[in-house]
């Protein structure tokens, strides 16, 4: 099975960029993020003769998540990380699909560091790692797959000292990942590149694609029933270099 994920930067938008990576990779299972629209705007009919059934959980203008499972349904069972009900942000949508239970999350930026944002990105983590420790105690297949807006280490980023007060890189947000991971989570693609330089996100400023100044921030966790069927992880960096394409790259993993 491959599981993939794509902060698509407005669907609407992009929608071409979406079925063209779609029909070239065919994908079974899709995490998206930053959909940008409200529910009812959300293309399902062209998702649905694109092969795939969906689940989402939009929001307009910002934000936004879905699922996307091809020839079938998702079975969804949660909207929304649970822990705060005030939050209105569409960041959190979950399904089980062959067995395999699916969190897709879109984790806040938090810029301006420090701040107000910045506040709300560290107790949305929070909220995460406490519902994180309960769906390990499932002892069953699981994965939490988007786009964290994190670099976890030096690796993770072409230039680490220009980043160190970027929400995306400070301390507090590095030691939230680290401190997810050691309940047990495996960091697919680093588990599988321990050493190299892998890039997920490029600035649409300065000519960062083509110098190859990127960020990894789009993530797979893999509980440990899942984590031993891991076989591949990579980064389809050529959909980021197609024309009015997003700024984030598709990631995918497969299992078994």
């Known amino acids: 099975m491959r599981i993939a994920t ?9 929608l071409d960029i979406l079925l063209r990576w ?11 993020q930053e959909l940008k629209a409200p529910d009812d705007r959300f293309p399902v009919k062209a998702v649905n003769d694109a092969g795939y059934g969906a ?8 934000n936004g998540v879905a699922i996307l499972a ?14 705060d009900p005030d939050d209105t942000h569409s960041r959190y949508i979950e399904a089980v699909i062959d067995g395999i239970l699916i969190g897709c999350l879109y984790l806040p930026n938090g810029n301006p560091a420090p701040g107000p944002k910045f506040d709300y ?17 499932l002892d069953a297949a699981v994965a939490l797959v988007g786009d964290f807006n994190v670099m976890p280490t030096d690796i993770d980023v072409y ?28 960091d697919a693609l680093r588990y599988l590149h321990p050493d190299r330089r ?31 069927d891991l076989t591949v992880a990579a980064v389809d ?20």
Do not use: M
């Open 159 to 186: 230039a680490p000292d220009r980043w160190r007060d970027d929400a995306l890189f400070r301390t507090e947000v590095r030691a939230a990942y680290a401190e997810l991971t050691s309940q047990g989570w495996t």
């Open 198 to 228: 892998i890039y997920t996100f490029w600035k649409y400023f300065r000519n960062a694609f083509a110098r190859d100044a990127g960020l990894r921030i789009d993530h797979f966790l893999l509980s440990p029933a899942l984590a031993t």
């Open 55 to 62: 689940i989402w959980h939009g929001q307009k203008s910002w």
């Open 22 to 32: 779609l029909h070239e990779t065919k994908p079974d299972v899709v995490c998206l």
């Open 6 to 14: 794509f902060n698509v930067n407005g669907i609407n938008g992009r």
């Open 237 to 256: 960096k050529f959909v980021r270099g197609w024309p009015h394409a997003s700024d984030h790259a598709p990631v995918w993993i497969e299992i078994g």
């Open 70 to 83: 091809k020839g079938q349904e998702p079975l969804e069972t949660r909207r929304g990380l649970p822990g």
């Open 121 to 137: 990105k560290l107790r949305w983590f929070e909220r995460l790692s406490t519902y994180a420790i309960e769906l390990l105690d």
